[in-house]
Each structure stands twice: as C-alpha cells, then as structure tokens.
C-alpha cells in the first residue's frame, strides 16, 4: 500500500471516527495519572474505531496508541501513532477545539499523517516529501518573526514541575511576539503553525502522540519542528520539549529559550 493509500485510509477513518465526538453527550471523565490528565468513554471508544478500520484494511500493521497502553514496536514495518482525542480537557469542557491525530511511520520515518478538528470540519494532512494542506489545499508556513507573530503555548500540565520554566518562556515570547494562544490541543497549535496561522509554538513536554502528526505536517509546510534546545525532535515514548515555527520565528524563540533555565 503506498503512502498516498494509506493517508487515505487514515483520513477516511477520522471522519468515520469524529462522528463519535460530535454526537457525544453526558460526557463522564475519569483521571489517569493525575487530576490533569484524563479519559473518555469517547477517547476509548474512537481509537478502538480507528484501530479496527486500520488494522481491517493494512493486515499486520501495529499501533502506539495513547488508551490502553497499545506501545508496539516504533521500529515496525508500518506503525500508526494516534490520539484519538487530543484535547481531552477541551472535549470534556465543552470548549470546541478537539481533534483526532494520526501518524503513519515505516521503520522509524513519518511517512503520513493527518489531523482533523471535526467542530470546523479542518482536515490537516501531509505525506513524506508531498506538501501539507488544509482540507486539500496547499499550507505555508509564515515567514515573519516573532514581532509579527502570535505564538501558541502548551503548559505541559502533566508535569508541574516545569511550570515555571513554561510560563517564564511564555512571558518572553508575549513580550517579544504580538500576543500568545494556550488552546489546549498541542495537535491543533502545530497545524496553526503549518497554516501561518501562528508563527511558532512550544510545549515542554509531550507524548509522541501528540506531536508524531504534526511534526510532518510543520515540516511539509517549510516549517522547523525541534526539541527547545534546538535538537532534533525524537520519535520514540521518551516526552520531549517540542517547539515549532517558521523558519525565522522559530530561530528567534530558541534564542529566548536559551535564556530562560
């Protein structure tokens, strides 16, 4: 199956799945390490959706999912990352701004990946070296810096203990930038990057999940996504810093964070 085949399958199988979300009601959360973080009958039951559509129709394939602790092998022949519902809190809340990521990687390299906001119908896709759109048209990245841009924020709240260093970075790039966006779906503020909606992003700690999606379709864009030190962003369960921009947003955000330990 090609790649082109499979983001087909892929984004076929989030719409099937964002039905789901959409007619959800009486919304129940449980937590799962904390208070922050929690689950949805919906998340388990979207991603057992998609697992079973993909698995249908790519015989062998495995999965690293965010519920139920599916982490097969990242170094497969062709595994899908997904996050049947990035943006949990938002979802239990009712805030509207939710979404369904998947990621394709063959033996370690993304190979597709698409992510979809089913509250404004926004299909963000990308595949290996094919461009990145929005519902089907072509995405960029913007070329500004930081002084003509709005920058996205995660707060990485999992981990409190990075508070302080997530809100210093926050100040600095408010200062420096136009304003800054905390949405609540690491997912969504990438694909803001991608579409030069927002000129960079940051989070300092993330699950590959939340990022594996996004990460390609940044850089199908002309983007750059990185860990904040600037190094290469891993595809492993390891819970990196992730940051994101165009080009000159981005360089001029990790100099911001070089300042701030």
């Known amino acids: 199956m090609t790649d082109r085949e499979i983001l087909d399958l892929i984004c076929g199988a989030e719409r099937e799945a964002a039905a789901l979300i959409l007619r959800a009601r009486g919304i129940l959360a449980e937590c799962k390490s904390g208070r922050r973080d929690v689950v949805t009958e919906y998340d388990r039951r979207v991603q057992t959706l998609l697992v079973e ?3 249908a129709a790519v015989p062998g394939a495995r999965f690293f999912c965010e519920e139920n602790d599916r982490h097969d092998d990242l170094h497969a ?38 992510i979809y906001n089913p509250y404004v119908d926004e299909l963000f896709t990308a595949l290996d070296g094919g461009g990145a759109f929005l519902n089907d048209r072509p995405i960029r990245v913007s070329d500004e810096g930081l002084g003509a841009s709005v920058v996205c924020v995660g707060t990485a709240p999992y981990s409190p203990a990075l508070a302080d260093r997530s809100f210093a970075l926050m100040k600095a790039a408010y200062l420096a930038g136009l304003d800054i966006r905390r949405e609540g779906s690491a997912a969504l503020d990438l694909c803001s990057v ?7 992003y940051f989070e300092l700690g993330l699950s590959l999940w939340d990022y594996a999606a996004g990460k390609l379709i940044v850089e199908e864009a002309g983007g750059v996504c990185c860990r904040i030190d600037g190094e290469a962003l891993p595809l492993d369960p390891s819970r990196p810093s992730v940051a994101a921009g165009g080009p000159q947003a981005l360089r001029e955000l990790l100099e911001l964070a070089k300042e701030i330990r």
Do not use: Y
């Open 53 to 55: 559509r993909l698995s």
């Open 77 to 114: 022949d062709l595994v899908f990352i997904i996050d049947p519902i990035d943006g949990t809190m938002n979802f239990v809340r009712g805030f509207h701004h939710s979404c369904i990521s998947v990621a394709c990687m063959r033996r370690g390299r993304l190979a597709a990946g698409a």
């Open 194 to 200: 991608a579409a030069g909606r927002a000129g960079a």
